[in-house]
């Protein structure tokens, strides 16, 4: 009964062998393009996949979906971008993402910009270690629980992270000409 | 109303709107990759670098199983062993054998007359300073609990040989120039060496060499 226990279902190892052999390779690429080293981009690409089996039931019932995919590809950029931290040793932390927007209503103001796909590349102007955490929330509909042990940081640290792209993005959407 | 307020409240929906958008633009983006022959292409370090993931996860992969497993087991184990405190007899050595097993405190002695006689019985001297404080049986299996002179508690396990764990989740050591299996974590120590019929498993929450000192006695 333990061994049962502490073994996983055929059906769970069937999903992580199917999404492993579908997605290393794209995996590896990723992290290769953010550390530019295939022998520390496979350490991210491992550690990546590692925490994927520890979190199998998060994965999408579609396992060939591009939600998986962007899922998977999150992960890896995470854990890519904190050994690249690491080997740099430049943790700064940039104090404009402390700034509180003006009161505004968000949505009303992209009712009138039609451009979506304008809109989706301002996002990408958010670091991903907040875009991350944010979109894993609101995506994904992960607690904060959940994306602490996914992303390997405190509770408390995704909720800060959460918060701060929160704030951004309002700056981000009006740079970008969102009208208010 | 306050900023704070209408922040949260009206833009929550928004947010859930736009993230969603965002992972489905970007997922479309990545299968289209998935599918190309850029991720095909046949680059050496990209090949060499694959294989070695391939080896390296199926090893952590290994490794937490093992992790969850002792977790699961330990509760259960420890129960077990509190049980057999109160109702088992200390161990005897057999009558008329006293030479083979030597004293009590620094050897592997018989096992408690009570075992089933297809059990295969250690007899052997343990280094310096360690100690024997209680032994067990469960099937085929003997099983020794030994403090060593640092006083870090280590378990041996002997049983017929059947198998070794599989080779490429483990490390290899020479003991007495047999080759020994090991694997080295943050919170345990694990040690696989098989001499002739019999495979000896070794467990400690410390330190491997403590480990080596006690697989160098045996074999």
């Given at each position: 009964m333990l061994l049962l226990l502490s073994f996983r279902t055929e059906e769970e190892k069937e999903k992580f062998e199917f999404v492993y052999n579908r997605y290393k390779k794209l995996l590896l690429h990723k992290a290769f393009d953010i550390l530019r080293d295939y022998s520390l981009a496979q350490d991210a690409t491992s550690e990546a996949f590692i925490r994927v089996y520890k979190n199998?039931?998060?994965?999408?019932?579609?396992?060939?979906?591009g939600r998986t995919a962007a899922f998977l590809v999150m992960i890896v950029k995470n854990v890519s971008i904190t050994m690249l931290k690491k080997r740099n040793r430049n943790e700064s932390?940039?104090?404009?993402?402390?700034e509180r927007p003006d009161s505004f209503n968000l949505e009303q103001s992209i009712?009138?910009?039609?451009d979506i796909s304008d809109l989706l590349k301002l996002v990408d102007q958010l670091k991903e270690e907040l875009k991350t955490p944010f979109l894993l929330k609101?995506?994904?509909?992960?607690?904060y629980k959940e994306i602490s042990k996914l992303l390997k940081i405190s509770e408390n640290n995704v909720a800060v992270r959460i918060n701060r792209a929160k704030n951004k993005l309002p700056n981000i959407l009006r740079k970008g000409g969102i009208s208010l | 109303m306050k900023y704070q307020d209408s922040y949260q409240g009206d833009n929550e929906a928004f947010f859930r709107s736009l993230a969603s958008l965002y992972i489905e633009d970007e997922g479309e983006k990545l299968k289209h990759e998935l599918e190309t022959e850029y991720i095909e292409i046949d680059d050496i370090p990209q090949q060499t670098a694959l294989y070695d993931l391939d080896k390296n996860v199926n090893k952590a992969i290994s490794a937490v199983k093992l992790r969850q497993f002792v977790y699961m087991a330990a509760p259960v184990a420890a129960c077990f062993l509190i049980a057999l405190l109160y109702i088992s007899k200390p161990a005897i050595p057999n009558n008329g054998t006293a030479d083979t097993f030597p004293p009590l405190d620094t050897t592997i002695q018989s096992t408690?007359?009570?075992?089933?006689?297809e059990i295969t019985l250690l007899s052997t001297k343990l280094p310096?300073?360690?100690?024997?404080t209680k032994t067990d049986y469960d099937y085929d299996k003997m099983i020794y609990y030994i403090r060593n002179a640092q006083n870090n508690n280590i378990v041996l396990v002997s049983e017929p040989f059947t198998e070794i764990p599989p080779e490429e989740n483990f490390d290899q050591i020479t003991v007495n120039g047999i080759t020994a299996y090991y694997m080295s974590k943050k919170d345990y120590k694990i040690l696989f060496v098989r001499n002739n019929d019999a495979l000896y498993t070794l467990s400690s929450e410390f330190n491997v060499q403590d480990l080596v000192d006690i697989a160098s006695s045996i074999v």
């Open positions: 199998l039931n998060k994965l999408d019932d579609d396992l060939e979906s932390i940039d104090m404009e993402e402390f009712i009138s910009q039609n609101y995506a994904y509909d992960l607690s | 408690p007359t009570s075992a089933p006689a310096e300073g360690c100690v024997v």
